[in-house]
Structure formats: structure tokens, C-alpha cells
């Protein structure tokens, strides 16, 4: 049974920093991408960013370039979001999810975890 399993999230002022990790287990993700998502309070939900496991290919969303990274730690089957100099508009749910293939668009992707909520304060 595949798991995704997010943690990190917190209250943080605006400025600051935060790490989310998502821990992946119950399937061999060598082959796929692991992305990013959120979703702001009445908002869909979008995409942030994604990296492949072998590190070789990441993408950011235009609104997060510069500040937020992705990394993965593959003897852990964890993937990072590095979130800095974080905005009020960054307040979301932010999930983390697992398919072959990198798209935009969330509905394509195929494993999803429960979420974890970054607030920030101005």
C-alpha cells in the first residue's frame, strides 16, 4: 500500500523559513516524480514543484522560483520542499504526491498524501 506522508508545517512570520518532508513508502518510486502541491484557503489546488528521484530533473513553479527547493534523500525515500523568505500568500495545505510522470495538473497525478498546514503571518 503506497503512503505518502507529509510533516513540517507550522505557523511561521512572514520572512522566515520552513522544511516540509514527505516520507514515501510502500511501493519502489525510483522510476517516478515526486511533486509538491497546495492549496490556499478557497483556492484549488496548485502545483508548486517536482524533482525526479534520480535528482536529475526538478521544476518550480514561477510564483515560488528562487525561494522554495526541492531535494531528495533516497536512502530515506524522502523528498524536501526548502521554503524560504516565505509570504503571506504562501498560507496553504501543502501536499505532497507521486506519479511517472511531472505535470502541472493535479488530477494526473496518481498518489497522494493527507497534507500539512504552513500559515504565515505578515
Known amino acids: 500500500q503506497v503512503q505518502l506522508r507529509e510533516s513540517g508545517g507550522g505557523l511561521v512570520q512572514a520572512g522566515g523559513s520552513l522544511r516540509l518532508s514527505c516520507a514515501a513508502s510502500g511501493r519502489t518510486f525510483s522510476n517516478y516524480a515526486m511533486g509538491w502541491f497546495r492549496q490556499p484557503p478557497g483556492n484549488a489546488r496548485e502545483f508548486v514543484g517536482a524533482i525526479r528521484w534520480t535528482g536529475t530533473s526538478t521544476i518550480y513553479a514561477d510564483s515560488v522560483k528562487g525561494r522554495f527547493t526541492i531535494s531528495t534523500n533516497n536512502a530515506k525515500n524522502t523528498v524536501y520542499l526548502q521554503m524560504n523568505n516565505l509570504k503571506p500568500e504562501d498560507t496553504a495545505l501543502y501536499y505532497c504526491?507521486?506519479?511517472?510522470?511531472?505535470?502541472?495538473?493535479?488530477?494526473?497525478?496518481?498518489?497522494w498524501g493527507q497534507g500539512t498546514q504552513v500559515t504565515v503571518s505578515s
Open positions: 504526491a507521486a506519479d511517472p510522470l511531472i505535470r502541472p495538473d493535479p488530477d494526473e497525478w496518481d498518489y
